[in-house]
């Protein structure tokens, strides 16, 4: 089955815990990027990558780190999280961003 | 810099209405326009692509049209049903990069 996959789906944490959260995806797309959810301020792209070892800036990246060292996996790292990092983050991926992109089931992020 | 919006933010119909959701962009340098279903919990599905060049894309009871000069596109749902039920966001992919913008979304309601 086609699909994008996010790790953890749920995750509490103490501010300054350094954490991963990983994205896999298993349709050989070229471009994956990682969004963050907010009520009233809807979903907003922190990093995206255009294919391995490629990768940019989107909307609001402060706080956030990534790497793409293969296609199909996109880790989002937070080197030292903050309360305000407390969101639903989702991973999409797709063959590149000219076409509909899939989104993984998101990942509900506790900050304390 | 580029601001989408998304007109209602809720919308509650009985089921079987014909309905019009509204997204709006400020910068008409697009590249395309998405729109999405996001059900509670779960992830984002891609429901329609219109690239730049289109005026409208049509699958199933869903219709999606597209006025880049005036930055405007619709989303036309023919004959709700219960199940259409979930908020709906449209997204824009910028002409000069590789990063989305999102609306903040509408959410849905059809009444049985």
């Known amino acids: 089955e086609a699909q994008v996959t996010q790790n953890p789906r749920y995750l509490i944490t103490v501010t300054g815990k350094k954490l991963t959260v990983t994205c896999s995806q298993n349709?050989?797309?070229?471009?994956m990027s990682w969004y963050r959810q907010d009520p009233g301020l809807g979903l907003r792209q922190i990093y995206y990558?255009?294919?391995?070892?490629?990768?940019d800036k989107g909307d609001v990246p402060e706080g956030y780190k990534v790497s793409r060292k293969e296609k199909r996996n996109f880790p989002l790292i937070l080197e030292s999280p903050s309360p305000n990092q407390t969101s639903l983050y989702f991973c999409?991926?797709?063959?590149?961003?000219?076409?509909?992109?899939?989104f993984g089931p998101g990942t509900r992020l506790t900050v304390t | 810099k580029q601001e989408v919006t998304q007109i209602p933010a809720a919308l509650s119909v009985p089921e079987g209405e014909n309905l019009v959701l509204n997204c709006s962009f400020t910068?008409?340098?697009?590249?395309?326009l998405q729109w999405f279903r996001q059900d509670p919990g779960k992830g984002l599905t891609s429901l329609l692509l219109i690239q730049s060049s289109q005026r409208e894309q049509t699958s199933g009871r869903l219709n999606a049209s597209l006025d880049k000069s005036s930055g405007r596109s619709t989303l036309y749902i023919a004959a709700s049903q219960p199940g259409d039920s979930a908020t709906y966001l449209c997204a824009v992919l910028q002409d000069y990069g590789q990063n989305f913008v999102f609306g903040p979304g509408t959410r849905l309601s059809v009444l049985p």
């Open positions: 349709m050989n797309h070229e471009y």
């Open positions: 910068d008409s340098a697009i590249y395309n």
């Open positions: 990558s255009m294919n391995v070892e490629v990768t």
């Open positions: 999409a991926s797709s063959p590149n961003p000219y076409y509909e992109q899939y």
